[in-house]
């Protein structure tokens, strides 16, 4: 059998896994001497690298061992070690006290209760200032400040899946200010010749209004549901100097400019585990496990991912404008946005138009699956704990995402 059709399979069965993931996680609960293989199932982040696995094992049975092996190794992996770094130094204590403070001193300011305007503000600042900081920080932010907020016990679990999906579409279009922060974007920039000026003036201020109007729209439905959280004091924690807070945004930074260059970038990884090592009486735990399953997760869509180019890049190509955006925002929730715009890069003689029709619709699909848009992943290893047994349902998260999407769809075809 053609290797493709067999990836293209592979492809499908990593799709369904997806999908049942909470069917996994009900198995083991019944059969608890598998409970550990099943619970390991049903993390949605193993599932993209666990079948990528199995599509290597296949090609090497049906091509070759060093075949399977140049395979593996001729994929693009900077894009998951950027993922899994960023996460990394954007969830340390230092810098999430510091952009909480300034949420909050925002939301004192604002004429709403403040823990209603802390909600609308990470719904709606910090997406658009993911393209300053990337999508994948500005997801890494917003998911640990609303945890305690809106993804708690007591909240109704549809409210949650709400603001679920309005977070991913909002992360995913907030990012399109600029020609560095979205990956779909990303991708295309430097093929296109679209500048951070062409983004903002195109993209950006469409984009902008949605993530307002989606943010204002699910934030006035939580907002009986919203209740002050009180800190809980970290056992052994002090409160953090600012120079600490500054060298971490520094690293921070410092990361976002180097995120082309995975030697810069890891490189400086170093640099920061060693001071906060060095300075740990202000640290958190870093969601190293968390960050890893992740980085997993988006390595194992790019050698899955890398394989499907012969049955997508017809379709892309043959689609008119219109056609186009429809046909990339359904695309996008069963491949990668920002997968699904580098074929688009490949096409010669795209017309202006179709590429913006393409771009647009990856960017506006980017909240409908956890695979849609690279930052998704984080988003759901952050929140599943507070979702009822632990895991985020695909259906729950579509159904989340279907209005914020129209919003978007509906701005972008102006």
């Given amino acids: 059998m053609d290797i493709n059709i067999i990836a293209a399979v592979v492809f499908g069965l990593a799709l369904v896994h997806t999908f049942a993931t909470k069917f996994f996680e009900k198995m083991a609960s019944r059969m608890p001497r598998h409970s550990g293989l099943l619970h390991l199932l049903g993390e949605v982040e193993v599932v993209f690298g666990f079948w990528a696995f199995v599509l290597i094992a296949i090609m090497a049975a049906v091509s070759g061992g060093p075949k399977a092996i140049e395979y593996a190794e001729s994929r693009q992996?900077?894009?998951?070690?950027?993922?899994?770094?960023?996460?990394?130094?954007?969830?340390s204590r230092p810098v999430l006290v510091a952009i909480e403070a300034l949420i909050a001193f925002i939301a004192r300011l604002a004429p709403l209760p403040t823990v209603v305007a802390q909600v609308w503000l990470c719904l709606a600042l910090v997406p658009i200032i993911g393209s300053l900081i990337t999508e994948p920080a500005a997801m890494t932010l917003a998911a640990l400040m609303l945890a305690p907020l809106v993804f708690r016990p007591g909240m109704p679990e549809w409210l949650k899946y709400g603001a679920l999906g309005v977070l991913f579409v909002n992360v995913s279009i907030g990012g399109t200010l600029t020609s560095f922060a979205a990956p779909p974007v990303l991708m295309v920039a430097t093929t296109w010749n679209w500048s951070s000026a062409f983004m903002a003036a195109t993209f950006g201020w469409k984009a902008a209004i949605a993530v307002l109007i989606n943010a204002t729209a699910v934030t006035f439905l939580l907002r009986s549901h919203l209740k002050a959280e009180p800190s809980e004091p970290m056992t052994g924690l002090i409160q953090v100097p600012a120079v600490v807070s500054a060298i971490h945004l520094t690293f921070l930074a410092a990361v976002v400019a180097?995120?082309?260059?995975?030697?810069?970038?890891?490189?400086?990884?170093?640099?920061?585990?060693?001071?906060?090592?060095?300075?740990?009486?202000?640290?958190?735990?870093?969601?190293?496990?968390?960050?890893?399953?992740?980085a997993f997760f988006l390595a194992g869509l790019v050698v899955l991912g890398g394989m499907q180019q012969w049955w997508l890049q017809p379709i892309v190509s043959s689609l008119q404008p219109t056609a186009l955006f429809f046909g990339a925002l359904g695309l996008t929730a069963i491949t990668d946005n920002a997968a699904l715009t580098y074929l688009g890069s490949l096409i010669e003689?795209?017309?202006?138009?179709?590429?913006?029709?393409?771009?647009?619709?990856?960017?506006?699909?980017?909240?409908?699956?956890?695979?849609?848009?690279?930052?998704?992943?984080?988003?759901?290893?952050?929140?599943?704990?507070?979702?009822n047994d632990g895991s985020i349902g695909a259906g729950g998260l579509l159904l989340g995402a279907l209005a914020p999407t129209v919003v978007a769809a509906v701005l972008f075809l102006l």
Avoid: C, W
């Fill in 77 to 91: 992996y900077t894009e998951p070690l950027f993922v899994f770094v960023i996460m990394v130094v954007a969830a």
């Fill in 258 to 294: 180097f995120a082309h260059h995975p030697v810069i970038f890891l490189g400086l990884f170093m640099l920061f585990l060693g001071f906060a090592q060095a300075y740990g009486r202000y640290q958190s735990q870093l969601i190293l496990k968390e960050a890893l399953l992740v």
């Fill in 349 to 387: 003689g795209m017309s202006d138009a179709a590429k913006y029709m393409l771009v647009a619709g990856a960017v506006a699909g980017g909240g409908l699956t956890v695979i849609a848009n690279a930052p998704n992943p984080a988003g759901v290893s952050l929140l599943k704990a507070g979702f």
